[in-house]
């Protein structure tokens, strides 16, 4: 059967393997699992959180408000903006997918860090669109400007801070960039871990309504999945200039998020302290792997997110090393697939990491 042309250079994603997939595989007791391959937030959901999702369950044989009214209020309190600002999606996932189909064909280009995150090529390459990415693993602004001057790109993605490799450019740096930009490029920045790098450091901190209104070409991407660890809620949102939004929504399918969801942002919005209090752990935990990859003579690079990325060199092969932990009940994104050696670890809760830290060290000898 003949499918669209462009679909011949999409690959499928490959998302974190989930804990029933290891039980099956490798007969590991589900209770023994530890899942650090997706970036959740290892303190689960807020207790106020659950409460609200289990009072509003009785609601669910009606459709949710389409209009999202109060939770994109929130928002707009939250970031100073209207709510013809923002549109919500099935995670900020989907506010990708609308922008990427709103502004790209075969004709276009995207513009990206060689090593980021797989989304933004595989909903650029559904619109057959061509994809440039710069020689540096890393955000490298001197390579986007080089290459954004020789090819003049549609679109032009920062994920700020990076995923999978957790390096975050400073916001001074990406104004600087974004000033050369032409208005006709769509550029998305994407902050699916900003909450963490605005802590840790203020230099990364991107105040939304002031790049919004700097820069009308960009689009700010946010998600309830991570810091307000909300993953399996699916909600995530976009925050542009309204012409932006307004073009978006036409790709919108109704009632994009669910009432259950809507109900648990909306309530994840009032509990920072929780938000805040996780942030402040992540940082304190990722010590240990940062010390633990110091002794080992392992290169790592300073994150600023809930994951870190332990680069193997010469000395061991990542695929392999995550292989073996997960024989052992243990998630862990290899990098394989984005050609570096490397795997990528969720920064757990300490009783968590304090078993992965044991585990890996135990692994290694084996494989060394
Ligand atoms: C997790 C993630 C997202 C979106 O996640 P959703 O669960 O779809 O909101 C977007 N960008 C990056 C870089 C991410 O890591």
Known sequence: ????????????????????????????????????????????????????????????????????????????????????NIIMGSGSDQILEFAIHAKCDKNSKLLMSNVTFAMYEIYGKQTGATIIRTEDDEHNLDQFRKLYKEHKPDMVFLCLPNNPLGECLDTKDVYEFLEEIDEKTLVVVDGAYHEYAAFKDEKKKIVVDELISKF???????????????????VGYGIAKKEIIQNLYKLR???????????????????????VDCIRKNFEQMKRYEEYAKTKGFSFIESYTNFIAIKFDKMYNSSEVAQNLLQEGIIVRDLTSYKVNAIRITIGSDEQNTKVLKVLDEVLKKLK
Do not use: C, H, W
Not at 12 to 40: H, M, Q
Not at 63 to 77: G, H, I, Q, R, W
Not at 216 to 234: D, E, H, Q, W
């Open 1 to 84: 059967m003949q499918f669209n042309k462009v679909l011949d250079d999409v690959k499928i994603y490959e998302a974190g393997k989930p804990i029933e997939l290891v039980v099956r595989e490798y007969g590991v007791d589900a209770k023994d699992i530890i899942k650090l391959a997706s970036n959740e937030n290892p303190y689960g959901t807020s207790p106020k959180v659950t409460k609200k999702v289990q009072e509003i369950a009785k609601n669910m044989f009606m459709y949710p408000d389409d209009s999202m009214f109060e939770l994109k209020e929130a928002l707009a309190n939250k970031f100073k903006v209207e709510s013809s």
């Open 216 to 234: 009308p070409n960009v689009i700010y991407l946010g998600t309830f999945s991570k810091a307000y660890a909300l993953g399996g809620m699916r």
């Open 253 to 275: 399918p109704p009632f994009n998020i669910t009432t259950l969801s809507l109900a648990a942002a909306v309530e994840a919005l009032k509990d920072e302290e929780f938000v």
